[in-house]
């Protein structure tokens, strides 16, 4: 089953017919990506955004500035000057002529962006469609609201565009008033055999490691011709608040595609269950790598509410609007890890650090040596599901020298644990296999551990023997210690360690990241477990200089890239 380019998403643009408006003083044009929710009548959703400096300066000073507690903005509240457009892909797209939708070749476009050509195949964009839409009303999501300021701390700092991207996108989503607010729109005359008709569903059911699918446009109104509904395929990473209203997927976005959908794929096809509010997040400087989403569910229950409320003609044709979510049916495409081995991923806390550590016997703990922090007590943290958890103390008894290549140490339980999922330690590693990280990364106890996934880009050996494994998982502060799971198979294939940071710029990878493969600890793991000798780990502070090497990324110069990691 493919899911269409042409599945009710679109382009929004929003700009001021009169430059000295009186909502837009010195602003140009604002773009995002949309849902066509209905044909018939043409309903749209989007992120509100882009709509906020057309806001008029009388509802903002009846406000005192607070205009983002209101319960709903109708169209009155913004400039008449304001001018929609919704751009879509027209059923066909092979008989484009490499034109835009106003005709112009896309070489007029501006060129701040560009790629390499890899072949000199000529490609056909295809066919765009573009209507004018009228602004309906604005609604907030204060669940989603409630629950981002609770996950997303300011003493965290966290942002959502970089300090020099501040332009179209960023400068209006990193005010964090913007972010819960969505538009309706409507297009008096769509009639269009190219648009598909949505099916929404709640988010409640989902579950971390289900895939989803986001469709939107990167760069909003930039050359839709190319970028128009690129797709993208993730999973569900973490889930917070009632109903899962806030949904984190590592499904990779750009800016403009805010307003975009996110898709659960189940037995009857395709159904959108988020909005997309943020394709990009930074916590401290560090880039995360996850998309941060609504649920569609508690979107369309605000705007029902705010209609139902409004005096407006247009509840008239209210009723003809299946503007409804259904409960997620069974999921068709292979999740992430199994459920229970979230539960074998525990938090370590040792003061004010904190990081992840495996489960891999009642009472043993899998950690790193950065996370201990040269402490001999620690807490952890056991969340056997989403409503349960526990916290025991846990003696440090190894962690490997600080000039050991293996970033590693071992917890001791004070108590058994009465019902764990004990994982089974992989054998065999296999470049190109799909793969799950498990770990408390960015957001520590707050709303359990997160899920990303990938594949096993590479499996460095020494004397045949694997001794580092990368993937392209996402990978954050607060994940170390974590687990690598073989998604097919649910087998642990190493504990995680780090990311990548190129130390000249100061740029953090979180998809290059490394893990101590556990076919290296798994002996002294057995050895322990057994007889409580540690001599199998203290060989770790003995490895050999190839080793050493390896995780030292220490090579010739003529070998690596000029950045230092």
């Known amino acids: 089953m493919v899911l269409s380019r042409d599945r009710a998403c679109c382009v929004i643009s929003a700009s001021s017919a009169c430059r000295n408006s009186v909502g837009t003083p010195g602003q140009g044009s604002w773009s995002c990506s949309g849902i066509i929710l209905s044909q018939s009548p043409g309903i749209v959703l989007c992120h509100g955004a882009i709509f906020s400096p057309f806001l008029l300066e009388e509802v903002i000073a009846a406000k005192q500035g607070n205009w983002s507690q209101c319960s709903v903005l109708l169209a009155n509240s913004f400039s008449p000057d304001i001018q929609i457009q919704v751009l879509w892909a027209a059923e066909s797209r092979s008989k484009g002529n490499g034109k835009g939708v106003l005709g112009k070749d896309l070489g007029a476009c501006s060129l701040a962006l560009g790629f390499n050509p890899l072949s000199n195949q000529q490609g056909s964009p295809g066919t765009l469609r573009q209507h004018e839409a009228k602004l309906l009303m604005m609604v907030p999501c204060p669940e989603f609201q409630d629950t981002f300021s609770k996950v997303f701390t300011r003493a965290e700092q966290w942002h959502f565009c970089r300090s020099e991207d501040e332009q179209e996108h960023g400068a209006l989503l990193d005010d964090l008033r913007y972010l819960h607010w969505f538009a309706l729109l409507e297009i008096p005359d769509l009639n269009s055999p190219g648009i598909v008709q949505v099916s929404c569903v709640l988010a409640e059911s989902l579950r971390k490691g289900d895939t989803l699918f986001a469709c939107g446009s990167p760069f909003g109104s930039f050359c839709p011709d190319i970028f128009i509904n690129t797709l993208s395929k993730g999973i569900v990473s973490n889930l917070a608040g009632k109903g899962n209203v806030l949904i984190l997927t590592d499904a990779r976005c750009l800016p403009g595609t805010e307003g975009g959908g996110v898709f659960t794929c189940s037995e009857d096809g395709f159904n959108l269950v988020g909005i997309i509010v943020a394709p990009l997040c930074w916590k401290a400087n560090e880039w995360v790598g996850l998309t941060l989403v609504c649920s569609i569910g508690h979107i369309l229950e605000n705007v029902r509410s705010a209609w139902v409320g409004s005096r407006s003609s247009m509840k008239t044709w209210w009723p003809h609007v299946q503007l409804v979510a259904k409960p997620v049916g069974k999921m068709t495409v292979s999740p992430g890890p199994a459920q229970y081995l979230l539960s074998a991923v525990v938090l370590v806390e040792c003061g004010q650090v904190w990081g992840s550590g495996v489960l891999v016997s009642s009472r043993l703990v899998l950690t790193c040596r950065h996370v ?47 019902c764990f999922a004990k994982p089974v330690l992989a054998t065999k590693f296999v470049a190109g296999e799909e793969v799950s990280v498990v770990g408390f990364g960015v957001f520590g106890q707050s709303c359990g551990p997160s899920v990303t996934s990938g594949i096993l880009s590479a499996v460095i050996t020494v004397d045949e023997k694997p001794v580092m494994l990368q993937t392209t998982c996402a990978i954050h502060g607060g994940s170390s210690g974590g687990a690598l799971f073989s998604t097919n198979s649910g087998k642990l294939l190493g504990i995680v360690a780090s990311n990548t940071k190129d130390n000249s710029i100061g740029a953090t990878y979180p998809h290059l990241n490394y893990s101590v493969p556990i076919a290296v600890l798994q002996p002294a793991v057995l050895q322990y477990s057994c007889t409580g000798d540690l001599h199998g780990f203290q060989e770790l502070n003995r490895a050999n200089d190839r080793i050493r090497l390896v995780w030292r990324l220490q090579r010739k110069t003529t070998e690596v890239p000029h950045s230092k990691l």
């Open 372 to 418: 201990v922090n040269d402490a001999s007590d620690v807490c952890v943290r056991v969340q056997n599901s989403p409503e349960k958890g526990c916290v025991l103390k846990g003696k440090v008894v190894f962690m490997t020298n600080d000039d050991s290549p293996y970033d590693i140490a071992v917890v001791e339980l004070e108590e058994s644990l009465l």
